[in-house]
């Protein structure tokens, strides 16, 4: 029987990606000693007043169909929260609940873009982000970011990758897998040149809540950008709550209304139980997502740190979120080969970074998601598989 054509190229895009991580986890559930820091799964567990507050839905009777895009009280928590964040009246018509992040930025691509449509990615992205344009229909183009300057937003080389085929840039910051933050002044650029050309701007800002030093700036805050901007979040890293698949889109009210219709079509409504959970992880106080973000902090100084003395390999320190790149490129691996040994002779997995695009197959990406002690051995085995092969750098 014949399959729809384009998910050869989904099946292609993804397909070497996670091996050292599928690999690795086959070996933890097979008892063996393997340190797993090749995804971004939170360790943390859902705070308890959310699961409470899910688990008391679910007892009452939220076990019936709920509203395609959210249920009033989860949009109107979602509409506060952002109203706060971006300094905005965002209003619940603008928002639309989905199963995560990820489902938020399918809707999305499929709401905007027409067959061949082409998406501005900033290079390296997030391994997800072309599959799905592609899985809408849509052309992924990739512009770089600035490797040299810690992955710094390049408005110059968006401008460059515009073309009459563009219809949208699809901004993450910050940023997946670097941890950079984009700065003000180069986001304003790039709303410009959205403006100027018509375009949208999707903002991917899951990590927004998870900044270390320096504070956020979103593209929805930029002048002019209001209508055509949707800003896309989830409570996946903020609350540790990435099983439950709750995140958002927020943009103009015809959006939302398009983004609904397609919902109805395709999923018919959420469950309304968790997202009673969710409403209760957005009007708490916060403390547990300040909790969480000065773990995230102290690991990311501890896993540097640690790294320091590591024969070759050089970490860079995120701005923010859950993850560090580290350049394998002073030692003889690349960042696949030095995945796969370090796995096989030190039970511990990283992603090599040529997952996110040929750009970083010189680096690795470490994940933050484990507790201090778990973290300090990993390091400490990192020292010492790299202290033996030292001397076999090329
Ligand atoms: C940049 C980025 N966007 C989206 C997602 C998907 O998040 P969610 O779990 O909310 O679907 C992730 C998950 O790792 C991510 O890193």
Known sequence: MRYASFLQDLAASGSTAWAVHSEAMARHRRGEDVIILSVGDPDFTTPPPIADAAVDALRSGQTKYSAAGGVAGLRKAIAQTESKRLGLEISPDEVTVTAGAQNALYMTMRCLL???????????????????????????????????????????????????????????????????????????????????????????????????????????????????????????????MSGWRIGWAVGPAAFAGHARNLLNNIQYGGSAFLQAGAEAALTGDGADTACMKEAYRRRRDLLVEGLASAPGLRALKPEAGIFALADTSETSWSGESFSWALLNEAGVSVLPGGAFGPVLQDRVRISLCQPDAVLAEACARIVHFLSRHAGQAA
């Open 114 to 240: 027409d067959p061949d449509d082409a998406v501005i990615l900033l290079s390296p992205p997030y391994v997800m982000f072309e599959g799905v344009v592609r899985a809408a229909g849509g052309t992924p183009i990739l512009a770089p970011l600035d490797a040299d300057r810690g992955f710094a937003l390049d408005p110059d080389a968006v401008a460059a990758a515009i073309t009459p085929k563009t219809r949208a840039i699809l901004l993450n910051s910050p940023h997946n897998p670097s941890g950079a933050i984009a700065n003000r002044a180069a986001v304003e650029r790039l709303a410009a040149l959205c403006v100027a050309h018509d375009l949208w701007l999707i903002s991917d800002e899951v990590y927004a809540d998870l900044c270390f030093e320096r504070s956020f700036y979103s593209p929805r805050r930029a002048p002019g950008v209001g209508d055509r901007c949707v800003v896309i979040r989830s409570l996946s890293k903020s609350h540790a």
